[in-house]
């Protein structure tokens, strides 16, 4: 059984940092991409970034390049994202989810191309 658990989660400050990690198991996700989204309330689902399982591709953003950055994947299992200088435009619940439809020469930005999905974690980003 599939699964992605997000941890990391938090409230701080705007201009501070924050990482939120995804641990997967449960198949072999070499032939996978891991994104992260995000869902403020009242908005839809929005793509953060995707790095895929080598780890050789990352996609993010325009709204996150430069403050974010994700890594892991492969022997490690976890997938993180270093979030830095938090605006609190960056408050919503975040998602990791795997998709193999999403590995591609560019990493997929659309939620239907990821299949596994975790239940999310809140990042809360005061001003």
């Known amino acids: 059984q599939v699964q992605l658990v997000e941890s990391g989660g938090g409230l701080v400050q705007a201009g501070a940092s924050l990482r939120v990690s995804c641990a997967a198991s449960g198949r072999t996700f070499s032939s996978y991409a891991v994104g992260w989204f995000r869902q403020a309330p009242g908005k839809e689902r929005e793509f953060v970034a995707a790095?895929?399982?080598?780890?050789?591709?990352?996609y993010y953003a325009d709204s996150v390049k430069g403050r974010f950055t994700i890594s892991g994947g492969n022997a490690k299992n976890v997938v993180s994202l270093q979030m830095n200088s938090l605006k609190p435009e960056d408050t919503a619940v975040y998602y990791c989810a795997a998709g193999r439809a999403a590995l591609g020469r560019v990493l997929s930005t659309a939620p239907g191309a990821y299949d596994y999905w975790g239940q999310g974690t809140q990042v809360t980003v005061s001003s």
């Open positions: 790095i895929s399982w080598s780890g050789g591709s990352t």
